[in-house]
C-alpha cells in the first residue's frame, strides 16, 4: 500500500495538488525545524520562523518550476474576509506569489511585514506634515 | 489561467477599453487619456507609466498563448519597502489573479499610499496584545525594542543591510 503511495507521488503529476505533503523538513534559510503539524492547513508552504519560502512551483502544487530559489517576504494582503496572505517574492526570478498564512506563524515578523513601509525614510514625517496643513487650509 | 474559459462580456468590454487606450497613446492623442477606474484624466498631458497617480491602479498588459494583452484591472494590494529606500506598490490583476511590482512615482496619491499600507495594521489576524504569549506557544523569537532601549541601533540597521544587499 505504501509502495503505491510513494510511486504515486514520485510519477503522478501535480500529485500535491489534490493530496497533503506532510513531510517535516529544515528551513534551508533559518535552520529551523518545522513539523507538518500545528499549521492549521495540509499545505504548508513556508517557514513558520523567518517566513521565507522556496520557489518550487508555477501553480500551486504541481512542483514543476526549476528555479527554486529562495522567495522573501515582502508584504501582507489582506483579503476580503480579514484573512492574512503573505506575498513572497523570489530573489532570483522576481515572481510574486500570494500564500496563507499558518496558524504557528512568527506573529512578531508577521507584524514587522506590515510594520516595515512605515520605518521607511520614503514618506517622512515632515511629508505627512505638508500634506495635512495643505489639507486644512 | 484556464486556456479554455469562456470570456464574460465584461471582460470583452475590458479588453476593447484597453484596446482604445493603446490607441489612443500610439496617436499620440494624450490628452484624452482618463483612467478607466477613477475617471483621472490627465492635466499635463503626459500619461502615467505605470498606474494612475490617482487611484493606482494599472492595466495588465501581459500576453497570454493567444497574444493578446489580458487587460484586467490590477488593483492595489499591498505596498513593499525595498532595501535602498524604493516602495513599491504590490497590484493583483481582477482578471487573471497575477501579482506584478510596479514602483511608486512621486505623484502618486500619497492618502491612497499610507491607507493601503495601513491595512494590514488595523486588521491583525490574532490580538495584538497577545504576542508574547502566541511566541511562546509556537517557541518563536519575538523581541520588541523601542528606540530608547538599545543604544547600538544604528549598528544593527547597517547589520540587516549588510545581510539583504
Known amino acids: ?137 | 489561467m484556464n486556456k479554455y474559459r469562456r470570456r464574460t462580456e465584461y471582460e470583452y468590454q475590458k479588453r476593447e477599453n484597453y484596446q482604445s487606450l493603446s490607441e489612443n497613446a500610439e496617436n499620440g492623442n494624450k490628452r484624452s487619456y482618463h483612467c478607466p477606474n477613477c475617471g483621472w484624466a490627465s492635466e499635463t498631458g503626459d500619461l502615467p507609466q505605470d498606474h494612475c497617480p490617482n487611484c493606482l491602479v494599472g492595466i495588465h498588459e501581459a500576453e497570454d498563448e493567444e497574444g493578446i494583452p489580458c487587460g484586467g484591472m490590477l488593483e492595489p494590494v499591498g505596498i513593499w519597502a525595498a532595501p535602498k529606500d524604493s516602495w513599491e506598490i504590490i497590484q493583483r490583476c481582477t482578471f487573471c489573479k497575477q501579482m506584478r511590482l510596479s514602483p511608486m512615482a512621486d505623484r502618486d496619491n500619497l492618502v491612497k499610499v499610507l491607507s493601503i499600507a495601513s491595512k494590514p495594521l488595523s486588521s491583525p489576524p490574532f490580538p495584538l496584545e497577545r504576542i508574547k504569549e502566541l511566541a511562546k506557544l509556537t517557541g518563536v523569537r519575538s523581541e520588541m525594542r523601542k528606540s530608547g532601549d538599545v543604544d547600538h541601533i544604528e549598528h544593527i540597521v547597517s547589520d540587516r543591510h549588510g545581510k539583504t544587499e
Open chain 1, 1 to 137: 500500500m505504501m509502495n503505491r503511495e510513494h510511486k504515486r507521488r514520485k510519477y503522478k503529476k501535480r500529485y500535491f495538488q489534490t493530496n497533503p505533503c506532510t513531510d517535516s523538513f529544515t528551513c534551508k534559510i533559518c535552520g529551523w525545524p518545522v513539523a507538518f503539524a500545528g499549521a492549521g492547513t495540509n499545505h504548508r508552504n513556508h517557514c513558520p520562523n523567518c517566513l521565507y519560502s522556496i520557489h518550487l512551483d508555477n501553480t500551486p502544487g504541481d512542483r514543476e518550476s526549476k528555479c527554486h530559489g529562495r522567495m522573501e517576504p515582502i508584504g501582507v494582503w489582506v483579503r476580503k474576509n480579514g484573512e492574512w496572505a503573505i506575498i513572497h517574492r523570489c530573489t532570483l526570478c522576481g515572481k510574486l506569489s500570494p500564500n496563507r498564512t499558518a496558524a504557528d506563524d512568527n506573529p512578531a515578523r508577521l507584524m514587522a511585514l506590515a510594520l516595515r513601509p512605515f520605518g521607511s525614510n520614503v514618506i517622512t514625517q515632515a511629508d505627512v506634515k505638508v500634506l495635512v496643513n495643505s489639507m486644512e487650509e
